[in-house]
Antibody, heavy 120, light 106 residues
Framework: EVQVVESGGGLVQPGGSLRLSCAASGYLFSSYEMNWVRQAPGRGLEWISYINHDGYTMHYADSVRGRFTISRDNAKNSLSLQMNSLRAEDTAVYYCVRENWRGSNYFDYWGQGTLVTVSS | DIQVTQSPSIVSASVGDRVTITCRAS??????LAWYQQRPGKAPKLLIYAASTLQSGVPSRFSGSGSETEFTLTISSLQPEDSATYYCQQLNSYPRTFGQGTKLEI
């Protein structure tokens, strides 16, 4: 069974840092692209970052570029998101998401999410 | 960046009704569009990809159509468990933008 499980969320002060992790299981992790998607309380979904299967290509939303860094360790079946210079508007549930492709790309497996709260 | 606009923002319907949600892209995205369902407090769930391909395990009352800039999600016979927020997402280019969501009330 495919599973992606996030961890690392919590309360952090503005300007602080936090590192999210995602543990993947049930599939060949190194063959799939991965993403982070977030959802602020009561708001819609916002895609924030992508990494390709071998970790050499990344994309970021303008809202996080230069502050967040996505990475992966295929030997450990894990995905990470290093978040620096956090702002109140980064408060959200962060989802780790697998990307698949069959004629077109799509996000087929989502974790349960981890809550990040940026507040003093 | 490609903007994705959903309508309506909220729709109210009854069990057995047919409901259609529209998603418009600011530029052509071929068929690179997916639809997701999100129930309160839960992670989104993939319903449809490539504009019209039903994800495995999703009931056949869900269907998608469209290409380039205009897409629709149709639920043919509403069930109580379809009460949720629905999102479209373009995957033609980065950033992978989502629509703002459509809340379906039953």
């Amino acid at each position: 069974e495919v599973q992606v499980v996030e961890s690392g969320g919590g309360l952090v002060q503005p300007g602080g840092s936090l590192r999210l992790s995602c543990a993947a299981s049930g599939y060949l992790f190194s063959s799939y692209e991965m993403n982070w998607v977030r959802q602020a309380p009561g708001r819609g979904l916002e895609w924030i970052s992508y990494i390709n299967h071998d970790g050499y290509t990344m994309h970021y939303a303008d809202s996080v570029r230069g502050r967040f860094t996505i990475s992966r360790d295929n030997a450990k079946n894990s995905l990470s998101l290093q978040m620096n210079s956090l702002r109140a508007e980064d408060t959200a549930v962060y989802y780790c998401v697998r990307e698949n492709w069959r004629g077109s790309n799509y996000f087929d497996y989502w974790g349960q999410g981890t809550l990040v709260t940026v507040s003093s | 960046d490609i903007q994705v606009t959903q309508s309506p923002s909220i729709v109210s319907a009854s069990v057995g009704d047919r409901v259609t949600i529209t998603c418009r892209a600011s530029q052509g995205i071929r068929s690179h569009l997916a639809w997701y369902q999100q129930r309160p407090g839960k992670a989104p769930k993939l319903l449809i990809y490539a504009a019209s391909t039903l994800q495995s395990g999703v009931p056949s009352r869900f269907s998608g159509s469209g290409s380039e800039t205009e897409f629709t999600l149709t639920i043919s016979s509403l069930q109580p468990e379809d009460s949720a927020t629905y999102y479209c997402q373009q995957l033609n280019s980065y950033p992978r933008t989502f629509g703002q969501g459509t809340k379906l009330e039953i």
